[in-house]
């Protein structure tokens, strides 16, 4: 089962993700990261700033990345994971992988997949939600083991991530994406979700039946998920009671 962790806001989340990323990276100084893009692990990068880590030997992957932006366009997320990440925290720049379009949908994704298993696979990963309940960039009809590939985007998703965008009309229309089967091969996957707009997607997510039609609910296919809400995105999680009590008197307490 997952742990889901309830804090009271996303300041908090992001201490609780830090500190779990703090201890993989003290126990292997080569840990191999997966990040996420998004809002939501803002706080996160903010809370692993000031533990002053060194990750200059830590590998990371990023989940997804639009196709059809410029190089060097500042909400391609090649930009997003360099100026939110790799600089703020001192990661080595070439240690830090985003997929990318080549031109050959067959073979693009499958580079990405050889890069991740080249380096041990992925320690960590850091997963956010979309209102679709979208993992990655993985829509509502993704094989639950997709591997990474092209897909197309909905119009929910596009309309979300227009506030990065002078209008939606901006919004690419594919993206690559590291698939929900990827992202199950990660040791361990930490879901955050902040915000009441994350309340449908998360207890779909955590609690409803495991379907292609709702990508995040492939979690609980996964045997170690650390799942961290604010209480707004909580808010529609049946066992909420529960999950609290299970922490509170969680095994092996530190
Ligand atoms: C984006 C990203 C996802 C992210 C999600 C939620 O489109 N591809 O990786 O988790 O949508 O974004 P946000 O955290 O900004 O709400």
Redesign the pocket.
């Known amino acids: 089962m997952a742990e889901v962790i309830i804090v009271p806001d996303a300041t908090e989340g992001g201490r609780v993700a830090a500190g779990l990323i703090a201890a993989l990276v003290q126990a292997n100084p080569r840990a191999v990261l997966g990040l ?6 803002l706080t996160t990068w903010e809370a692993l700033e000031p533990l002053a880590l060194d990750l200059t030997e830590v590998a990371a992957f990023a ?2 990345e639009y196709i059809g932006l410029p190089v060097g366009h500042p909400e391609s997320y090649r930009s997003v994971i360099t100026r939110e990440v790799v600089e703020r925290l001192g990661m080595t720049p070439e240690l830090v992988h985003v997929p990318s379009y080549d031109g050959d949908p067959e073979t693009a994704g499958e580079k990405y997949e050889a890069a991740i298993r080249a380096a041990g696979g992925v320690d960590l990963q850091i ?4 209102r679709t309940g ?4 993985n829509e509502p009809g993704s094989s639950l083991a997709s591997l990474t590939r092209v897909k197309a985007l909905t119009r929910m ?1 596009r309309e ?2 227009a506030r990065f965008f002078p209008s939606i009309d901006d919004v690419p229309v594919h993206c690559i ?1 590291q698939g929900l089967g990827t992202i199950l091969r990660a040791r361990r996957l930490v879901l955050l979700a902040f915000g009441s707009s ?1 309340a449908s997607a998360l207890a779909k997510s955590v609690e409803g039946p495991v379907s292609s039609g709702h990508p995040g609910s492939v979690i609980q296919l996964h045997p170690d998920v650390v799942v961290i809400a604010d209480e707004a995105a909580a808010s529609e999680l049946e066992h909420a009671e529960y999950y609290r009590f299970a922490w509170e008197n969680h095994f092996n307490v530190g």
């Open positions: 996420a893009t998004g809002s939501t692990p989940l997804d997963l956010g939600i979309g979208h993992i990655g960039f998703t979300d991530n994406t994350k």
